[in-house]
């Protein structure tokens, strides 16, 4: 820690955490999807942030674009610079989630050690969910084309192909949308949504 950070004093809210909690009738939670390139992050995240809005939940979804035109555009995709996007990431899910909303982020995120960065982040309000499908499947229905580019050397370090990913070993959920319909992977995801953070 830099020699001027060491005299910094955290700030306690006025308001707390019960407190949100019982104004938006659900608890704020980093809901952290991790998954294979087209496992089905973006469309899961986008879906179940419709329900939960629906529902009168405060809930929005962190992607790709939204981060890496913005808040991320500083960085590309060394190793360094993937370690320190997902760092931002983490802290920001966890600032929403502490100013009470539920929180979906839908990133690869392949390295355990960083979604274990992001974990600490946000503490207990942190849910792993594995977006689980098989490499075969995730090929097959390419969405972005990227598998095609990797196989054909267009594309370095593709997660799957040229990269490794790091499966979760416990992640609260795990959505097997290789055998699971979107709408059957969205049931799932507001059952858990339900059980853990709504009317809590
Ligand atoms: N059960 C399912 N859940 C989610 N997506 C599914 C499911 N079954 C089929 N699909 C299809 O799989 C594709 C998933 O693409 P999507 O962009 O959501 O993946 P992603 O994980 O966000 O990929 P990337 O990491 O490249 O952003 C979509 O075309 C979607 O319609
Ligand atoms: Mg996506």
């Known amino acids: 820690m830099p020699s001027d950070l060491r005299h910094l004093v955290p700030l306690e809210h006025r308001i707390t955490a019960d407190q949100r909690r019982a104004r938006n009738k659900h608890a704020g939670a980093v809901l952290w999807f991790t998954g294979l390139p087209g496992s089905g992050k973006s469309t899961l995240a986008l879906g179940l942030e419709q329900r939960l809005f629906d529902l009168g939940a405060q809930a929005y979804s962190l992607d790709g674009d939204n981060i890496r035109r913005g808040l991320n ?111 059957e992977s969205l049931a799932r995801l507001i059952e858990f949504a339900r059980t853990k953070l709504l009317n809590v």
């Open 73 to 183: 555009a500083d960085l590309g995709f060394s190793p360094q610079d993937r370690h320190e996007n997902i760092r931002r990431i983490g802290e920001t899910a966890a600032l929403f989630a502490d100013a009470g909303l539920i929180v979906i982020t839908a990133f690869i995120s392949p390295y355990r050690e960083d979604r274990a960065m992001a974990r600490a982040a946000a503490g207990q309000a942190f849910y792993e969910i594995h977006i689980k499908a098989s490499i075969e499947v995730c090929e097959r229905r390419d969405p972005k084309g990227h598998y095609a580019l990797a196989r054909a050397g267009k594309l370095a370090d593709f997660t799957g192909v040229s990269a490794p990913y790091e499966a979760p070993e416990t992640p609260a959920l795990v959505v097997e949308t290789d055998r699971l319909s979107v709408e």
